[in-house]
């Protein structure tokens, strides 16, 4: 993750740091070095082109080139903005009425990442329940409930033969009721793109549920469509945070910078493999310091 991104902008923080002297058009040849490394690594275009802007105006607004080490400011101004684009750490909220909808496309990781902060919760010493709402996959629903035995976590499933969700939700908060306090996580049904049917299967679920965290799933290797999915399941449901899967894999990592940015919600995990134990809470500082070497 981000190796070929941190290779690629140690190669022009190292022209740049190696300068002595620096002139507009050396920073002009850094920033299109910067953005071309951005740019093959996934970010959004529109995301690195306001990144560079940023550092650019900075740049000269700081009067970088009169001090002593222009090639070092630069690349400090790089790194604050990046982190500005990472956002700070942030906790999950567990305040009442501790649910949490969980979201995202078809394969992103929604089953597994519900087992795998529910198994988080449980080292927490928290209570947390697992409810299968997914009936667009038949087979995400067994999956949780295999995951929630190993766990000891109980599962809510639907009905069988139940296609109405809104009913299957309505059964989920009455089973809810009669668990006593928890924190209730829900798994919820996604399509191979965003569509329609998607997202207004998501806002009844949503309007039912009140969850006090709606947590966007996606996949670390989303390309240049990151912006657009998120957008439109914040606009649709209202994201409270973000939790990258498959960091563990070659993603080029662009989509997290691209989601962050877009919604303006915190990354609060990564997923970083298959097993139930591999969630781990989000560091943008490290997150800025990996990705600049
Ligand atoms: P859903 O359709 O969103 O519910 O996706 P699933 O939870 O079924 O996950 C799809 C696939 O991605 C499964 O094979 C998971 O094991 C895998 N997966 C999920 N999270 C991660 C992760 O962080 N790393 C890796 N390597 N695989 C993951």
Redesign the pocket.
Known sequence: MFSALTDKLEDAFRKLRGLGKISESNIADAMREIRLALLEADVDFKVTKDLIEAVKTRALGEEVLKTVTPGQQIVKIFHDELEKILGSAADLDLGPPQRILMV?L????????SAKLANWLKKQGKRPLLIALDLY?PA?VT?LQVLGQQLGVPVCVPAAGETDVVRATRAALAWLEQQGSGVAIFDTA?RQEVDEALLSELKKVRDLVKPNETLL?ADAATGQQAVAVASKFHETVTITGLIM?????DARGGALLSMRQVTGRPVKFI????KVD?LEVFHPDRMAQRILG
Do not use: C, P, S, Y
């Open positions: 995202g078809n394969g992103a990781g929604k089953t597994t990442t996959r995400a999956q996604g799933v899967t498959k960091l563990d894999g997923g970083v493999g298959e591999q």
